[in-house]
């Protein structure tokens, strides 16, 4: 297997409530390989997603480290930490928050009116994107002219086109049917495969996990074991 891109050791997550300390993650040693697809599953308040937003760097961690391609995380400032999820990560949810006045091609092109590139440069990487996901020929529609499936692979296209270190999946096909679900998954197996996209993704369905290279499960906050797919 080839090196880790994300270690994480001795991590922990409290979070304060008034006058109550909620602990969300115990002592979590997780690694997980440079293009690997990892599905974490574990029951409603197991830390799942509290996990996948320390690996994307949306959170920090009250104890414990993250390191991704070798560097803490949890030790960047918060400015610095914005920086590095703008380059690094690419983030899709179970809603795509798409901006519905924008075409699915501007909607693409939103994170990279950060970097330093010209109108035309933006668009060119936006269209490349759009192909990768199957959407070439929809570029000029708005989201209400699309389907469910084709917003999120609008949503996926608005990842993939910084060409993110790591893509965070949160519940991808949460809102989607059987069949539209399978073919998002399918495309993030593409992407993995074919084009070495190292995914982390929260689901709390099993056969949207059987998509994935592993599959890490978490219960009241510890890791109780990872199974490899067969």
């Known amino acids: 297997m080839s090196e880790s891109l994300v270690q994480i050791r001795a991590l922990t997550k409290h979070y304060t409530r008034g006058k109550q300390t909620v602990e969300v993650l115990h002592g979590i040693d997780l690694d997980i390989p440079k293009g690997d697809f990892v599905a974490l599953m574990g029951p409603s308040g197991s830390g799942k997603t509290t996990l996948l937003n320390l690996i994307g760097g949306l959170d920090t961690p009250t104890s414990g480290s993250v390191s991704v391609e070798g560097r803490r995380i949890d030790q960047m400032s918060g400015g610095e930490l914005a920086a590095w999820r703008a380059h690094h990560v690419g983030f899709v949810f179970q809603f795509y928050n798409l901006l519905p006045v924008l075409t699915a091609q501007k909607n693409v092109e939103l994170p990279l009116l950060l970097a330093s590139m010209s109108g035309a440069e933006r668009a060119k990487r936006a269209q490349v994107a759009l192909q990768l996901v199957g959407l070439g ?65 929260v689901t709390h369905d099993p056969k949207a996990a059987e998509y994935a290279t592993h599959t890490v499960h978490l219960d009241k906050g510890l890791l109780v074991d990872t199974v490899a797919a067969h």
């Open 137 to 201: 020929d929809r570029g000029g529609h708005k989201p209400s002219e699309l389907s469910g499936g084709q917003e999120q692979r609008v949503a996926i296209a608005r990842a993939l086109v910084t060409d993110p270190t790591l893509l965070i999946c949160d519940e991808p096909t949460g809102d989607l049917d059987r069949k539209t679900a399978d073919e998002i998954l399918t495309l993030l197996q593409v992407l993995n495969r074919e084009h070495g996209k190292t995914i982390v993704m």
